[in-house]
């Protein structure tokens, strides 16, 4: 890709935007990345710098790409210009001042209204102004628009851009969206959602994002477990007691108890980022590796899994919570859950998925723990010292580690727990991991929807959560109060005991210093 030569998959039985090694077609046409709501805080924190980062890579070459601001904000090019330049330098890279301002230059601000023709007439004008300049065939540019916006105002903006700034016919050039989560509140605003959205778009032009698709060791997950012969006469409940999923933060909403107290944790991090995680661990393997291919057994672990059972889930509430002034006085939104997922099928069938997730706890992390069940006719006593585990470590400090009972160095036959270490830091120190919206960005580009959320994944995703969620909003699940620095309600560590984890005492694993 160092030509800076795009490339497009003709569309396959299943109508797929994504590369095959079969039909490969050039993508001529130069590229229009359209970032709505430009002038707030995803944007600025998030799209702007994954943008910064693919162009200092070489993805997005400056003779083929612009990028368009459009927001309600009135303001000068300079002005957006001003207010992303901070965010875009961070400590993974020392890009050169003039590297940054290079790319500036290619970002054009347009304001206008979410609601109104004007100013989406004003936006493609400045886009055919752009594609005209490079040459373009009508016809064969590409047009990317990305929502970094509330969803509430998805449709009246989706229609607009359906209007007024699509690609004006089929000559090799395309028009995508992306969509950012929350994808509703409940399983019928997802599904009106979804069809406000759908009569406007064709599936393979939506690209529902989310961001925990794109980490790496999440992405790594196929490749594990697929790839790696020793795991799979494991990967099954003959030998796994349980699997923990888990979302910890070290602070709580710090200015966002308004937004957060709409949805609580449960819509914020666990129905969507830790779902598509279960996900990953629990599928089928795919004929291939074909995005449809992969979606559809997604799609089938969803439905596979049974109704969440009140006595399965634990809610709780950092104290000091309420004392955001944005938040209200007798708020039960919750900032902490544990709910245990079972999987009716032949693989998972009394394997206890436990999902937890929370704000204002004692660290901040996110890993898979899969915990194998005890070893039959335990000779060695040592059973008490804790079970093997397999961990995948997601955020801070990516790593893959395998705890296991080795024999005690010295004279005596004691054993004790170690780990089998692949710690990303230490393995691939020349090596910048990239950040998940990069990766996320660049495969809309391509065309890959392999990483993103389909239609009936996430009708299937609401299934399984909203009767919960109903029975939480409607006050008859009400959540513990926790400390702040804890590691949450008792209750939780109670629960996840009753399904069958078991805590290891005296282990504590330490990342290996370079």
């Keep these: 890709m160092g030509s800076g030569e795009w490339c497009l998959q003709k569309r396959d039985s299943f109508k797929s935007d994504s590369i095959s090694s079969n039909e490969i ?34 993805f997005l070459p400056p003779d083929e790409v612009h990028i368009f601001g459009y927001a309600r904000t009135k303001i000068s090019d300079d ?7 901070g965010y875009l ?39 055919v102004k752009h594609e005209i300049s490079r040459s373009s065939q009508e016809g064969s540019s590409r047009r990317l628009f990305y929502l970094a916006l509330p969803p509430s105002v998805y449709p009246s903006v989706c229609g607009m851009i359906r209007k007024y700034c699509m690609n004006k016919s089929d000559l090799g050039g395309w028009t995508r969206i992306v969509v950012e989560k929350p994808f509703g509140k409940d399983l019928d605003s997802a599904e009106q959602l979804s069809s406000q959205i759908g009569e406007l778009f ?30 799979l006469p494991l990967w099954n409940r003959d030998n796994i007691d349980n699997v923990q999923i888990v979302f910890r933060e070290d602070f709580g909403t710090e200015g966002r108890g308004g937004y957060f107290d709409e949805y609580g944790i449960i819509r914020d991090i666990i129905q969507n980022h830790l779902l598509q995680v279960l996900c990953l ?3 089928e393997k795919p004929v291939s590796l074909k995005p449809e291919h992969i979606r559809d057994e997604k799609v089938k672990v ?3 899994v049974l109704p969440i059972k009140d006595e399965e889930v634990v809610l709780g509430q950092y104290e000091g919570y309420r004392d955001d002034p944005t938040v209200p006085d007798h708020s039960k939104t919750p900032t902490f859950a544990t709910v245990i997922l079972r999987i009716h099928n032949e693989r998972w069938e009394g394997v206890p998925f436990i999902l937890k997730a929370g704000k204002a706890l004692n660290s901040s992390k996110a890993e898979i723990r899969v915990q194998f069940k005890e070893v039959p006719g335990d000779i060695f006593k040592c059973q008490k010292q804790g079970r093997n585990e397999f961990v995948i470590r997601l955020q801070p400090l990516e790593a893959i580690y395998m705890k296991l009972t080795v024999k005690q160095p010295g004279l005596e036959m004691s054993t004790a727990q170690s780990e089998l270490d692949l710690s990303y830091r230490q393995r691939y120190q020349s090596v910048t991991i990239p950040e998940a919206y990069e990766r996320l960005i660049l495969d809309t580009i391509r065309g890959d929807q392999q990483h993103f959320v389909r239609r009936d994944e996430l009708k299937a995703a609401w299934e399984i959560f909203t009767p919960l969620l109903h029975r939480i909003d409607n006050g008859e699940m009400k959540p513990i109060p926790y400390r702040p620095g804890s590691r949450g309600p008792a209750e939780a560590d109670e629960l996840s005991a009753k399904a069958g984890y078991v805590q290891t005492h005296g282990y504590i694993w330490i990342p290996p210093t370079l």
């Design 25 to 58: 077609v050039p993508e001529t046409g130069c590229l229009s990345i359209i970032v709505l709501g430009a002038s707030g805080d995803l944007a600025k924190k998030k799209t702007f710098p994954a943008l910064f980062h693919l162009y200092c890579q070489g």
């Design 79 to 85: 002005e957006l210009r001003n207010r992303i330049r």
């Design 89 to 127: 330098v961070s400590n993974r890279s020392a890009s050169p001042s003039e590297d940054v301002s290079k790319f500036l230059q290619l970002i054009k601000y347009v304001s206008g209204s979410y609601d109104s023709a004007e100013g989406f007439q004003l936006l493609d004008k400045e886009i």
């Design 202 to 231: 064709d599936e393979t032009q939506i690209y529902r994002i989310d961001h925990y698709l794109g980490k790496e060791l999440v992405q790594n997950l196929l490749v594990l477990r697929f790839a790696n012969r020793f795991f």
């Design 281 to 283: 661990v629990a599928m």
């Design 302 to 304: 969803l439905q596979s």
